[in-house]
């Protein structure tokens, strides 16, 4: 890399001598040998996050859709969980054998991840459904995350259907109340929500407590879909969040969204007691101190991520995704050219590994001789050009970088 500042001597004689190699990217790949450090470095713990420094990178795309197929196939793990819609996800999972790869895509995650490596993922996931280890898709956000909107208009149905038997005039109401309310979430008119914000309020309030009154009920009139009244409760709570996020200033906002994520990934923890999750998101919303983090552009505060690590301490094992050089976007569609890195940054020193893509555990690494760069505060770049200060072992178990990286292609 023409330019490429120097990096402590010592820093970069470690991670020359302690990084894994990482062969390919390619989801077909036959032998995955490359990937077996995974292994000894995740152990047995029950949570994997999967995160990026920026959103719109194809390889970062196709790292984690290798990276999951190898922890499905080779480490037992059964969920999937996208920064995404609760609801969506869940009604895509239920109906993944009627959908095409693509459908299946569009119709659950965030279009940022609209893409060829995704689609390819959910191939994979769909072709896992008629084996003896399926894999469940599940979604952990507040926000709705449908490109075509279906499962939204879907929700209407859905509720009034459960509720008919016990209520039918008290079903009908929810179900009007519901579908004027997505018309404008969807598309994220907090004008419309911050005006009707009292309404709204009372009304999913007022059903969160006939779901909590007539749960019992509910699931045992749902004997082949006994998650579907539990979901529902939680997707109605996760309304409330939303309108208050919709309702409230910036910073505050990413404070009742990140908290409502890492309450819904709790949710569906002990929904499926027996299970081993994988987490798909941002880096930002992973970290594990990010009160910790400086950062020119979004704020230090509690996330997912921590609020996990709290809970879960000795289950989680969380990976940040970093690029070394290309381009990404904004999501404005904005081509963006990620900057060179600064004079000893992470960036920097996994650049003297030169490896198109690696990895380096940082939980067994020692407290010394060339590892000072993992306890002290270190430049990195967020989205590629936005720099901030972290200090590494107290944000990630691991790191995997790409070197080059170019925007996706969507589907």
């Not at 120097?6 to 004689?13: F, G, N, Q, T």
């Not at 819609?85 to 095409?100: D, H, Q």
């Not at 309020?201 to 539990?230: C, F, G, I």
């Not at 060339?370 to 790191?399: A, K, M, N």
Request: charged share 20%.
């Amino acid at each position: 890399m023409v330019g490429c500042p120097k990096v402590d001597e010592a820093w970069r004689d470690w991670l020359v001598a302690n990084h894994h190699r990482i062969g390919t990217l390619d989801l077909t790949a036959t032998d995955d040998t490359d990937l077996a450090f995974l292994q000894t470095a995740i152990g047995n713990r029950r949570i994997v996050m999967l995160g990026e420094s920026s959103h719109l990178v194809n390889e970062f795309d196709q790292a984690k859709a290798r990276v999951i197929r190898y922890l499905h196939e080779r480490m037992g793990f059964d969920v999937l969980v996208f920064e995404s819609s609760l609801y969506s996800c869940f009604r895509v999972n239920e109906e993944m054998a009627n959908l095409t790869p693509r459908d299946a895509m569009h119709d659950s995650v965030y279009h940022i991840w609209g893409c060829q490596p995704t689609e390819d993922l959910f191939g994979y996931l769909k072709g896992t459904k008629s084996t003896a280890h399926p894999m469940i898709l599940g979604g952990v956000d507040p926000q709705e995350s449908s490109i075509t909107g279906n499962p939204l208009q879907d929700s209407s149905q859905q509720l009034q259907a459960l509720i008919a038997p016990l209520d039918p005039t008290y079903a009908t109401s929810v179900a009007s109340n519901e579908q004027a309310f997505l018309q404008q979430a969807n598309t994220y008119n907090s004008d419309w929500v911050f005006a009707n914000r009292d309404v709204l309020t009372q009304e999913y309030t007022q059903l969160l407590a006939w779901l909590d009154t007539h749960m019992d009920v509910l699931v045992a009139a749902n004997p082949s879909r006994p998650l579907w009244p539990k979901l529902a409760r939680q997707f109605i709570w996760s309304r409330l969040q939303l309108i208050a996020e919709m309702c409230t200033d910036l910073n505050p906002s990413y404070l009742i969204r990140d908290r409502a994520m890492a309450a819904n990934l709790d949710f569906l923890l002990q929904a499926y007691p027996d299970k081993k999750f994988i987490v798909w998101a941002h880096n930002y919303h992973i970290e594990k101190d990010r009160e910790g983090v400086q950062s020119e552009d979004l704020p230090g505060m509690v996330n997912m991520g921590e609020i996990i690590h709290q809970e879960h301490p000795d289950d989680a094992y969380v990976i940040g995704l970093y690029m070394l050089r290309g381009t990404t976007q904004y999501l404005d569609g904005t081509e963006v050219k990620i900057h060179l890195p600064l004079p000893d940054s992470l960036e920097a020193l996994l650049y003297t590994a030169r490896r198109n893509q690696g990895f380096v555990d940082l939980l067994s690494a020692p407290t010394e001789g060339g590892t000072q760069w993992l306890d002290q505060s270190v430049p990195t770049w967020e989205w590629g050009v936005t720099p901030e200060h972290q200090i590494l072992r107290q944000q990630y178990d691991g790191i995997l970088w790409v070197d080059t990286v170019h925007p996706p292609i969507y589907q």
